[in-house]
């Protein structure tokens, strides 16, 4: 395997280069069963040296703890790196194991401080907004956000699990940099609006979940019986029971492309979704997210995979064939309410 840096993308249409595949950080501390710190470390330091510059987190993951994993890495390489954060997603006192959306100004001035602080930096170079509360208009959200900018916290903003309306409303607020949306061979639904409209506006995409949650790498075959009781994967519907063995049925002509390429079943999920970015035209820069360097090495060396039309072809069946939801409710991802 050779380890030479990735090629880079723009991340919205006036910002900066990142490498074209980033790094999701949230299971080096939360949702994906056991954590290794030192290994999650490592990932990141690994990542950094085979040109990955994204990096994704959000104050939801492990209430605040990711942010703070994160902060010493960041601030060891803080003018190398591209941090994305997120609010929305609160904690009710009353119960510390839920979540509720906020939208409204006053969280969103709360959150932002806490995730300054959290982080340990001066501003925050993407900050998403990380689910829709349909209750607060997204002009009013994103206005706010637009102050966050004005004042120096926050350079650039992003949408999360958004609809191609929402895109286009809040574009006219403020411009928007990035959409960060579940997109991967089992989740295509934001081709429909979601991505069209992106590529009107002048905005990036940046897939998470591009593995299918680790599906698509044949890593776990049911959720329900291979994975630890902690682990948030065991919550959604695709992969678990009969919608996980009918869906790992579904991984046979991603290992037929594997076999040609001499690739891993990640490596063609992963370069499939890195070619979204010419089939589309816009810039894709997905965001697998690791713990381990050797998948990160593994990751990184999908960009260097190009898929014949011919095996396109035959991957393209298997998105309509999924048995089950992205999540058991589908009211806070953007094709719940499209």
Aim: charged share 25%; net charge negative; proline share 6%.
């Amino acid at each position: 395997m050779t380890h030479s840096t990735i090629p880079t993308a723009r991340l919205g249409e006036n910002g900066p280069e990142v490498g074209v595949q980033g790094l999701g950080c949230m299971g080096m501390s939360f949702a994906y069963g056991p954590t290794d710190a030192d290994a999650s470390r490592a990932a990141l330091e690994r990542a950094l040296e085979l040109g990955v510059t994204l990096y994704d987190t959000a104050d939801a993951y492990g209430a605040g703890e990711n942010e703070k994993f994160l902060s010493p890495f960041f601030r060891a390489h803080r003018d190398e790196v591209v941090i994305a954060t997120k609010f929305a997603l609160a904690i009710p006192p009353e119960d510390p194991s839920r979540r509720i959306i906020r939208n409204d100004a006053p969280y969103i001035r709360e959150a932002v401080e806490a995730s300054l602080r959290r982080l340990d930096v001066d501003v925050i170079d993407l900050y998403y907004m990380h689910r829709r509360d349909v209750n607060v208009p997204i002009e009013d959200t994103v206005g706010v956000m637009a102050e966050l900018v004005r004042e120096g916290k926050v350079k650039r903003l992003g949408l999360s699990e958004v609809t191609a309306a929402e895109l286009r409303a809040a574009q006219g607020v403020h411009p928007i940099a990035a959409v960060q949306s579940e997109w991967s061979l089992f989740s295509r639904d934001i081709e429909a609006q979601v991505v069209p409209a992106a590529r009107e506006l002048g905005v990036s995409l940046v897939p998470y979940s591009p593995l299918g949650r680790g599906f698509l790498t044949g890593s776990f075959a049911d959720a329900a019986t291979d994975l630890t009781a902690d682990d948030f994967r065991r919550q959604q519907p695709r992969y678990t029971g009969e919608n996980a063995a009918a869906n790992a049925a579904l991984l046979e002509p991603v290992r037929t492309v594997a076999e040609a390429h001499g690739a891993s079943l990640g490596q063609i999920a992963l370069a499939w979704v890195q070619q979204r970015s010419a089939v589309h035209g816009l810039p894709v820069i997905p965001i697998p997210g690791t713990s381990k360097p050797g998948r990160v090495e593994e990751n990184t060396a999908a960009t260097r995979i190009v898929l014949s039309d011919e095996e396109l072809d035959l991957l393209e069946p298997i998105s309509a064939k999924v048995a089950g939801d992205r999540y058991a409710d589908m009211r806070f991802a953007s094709a719940g309410r499209e």
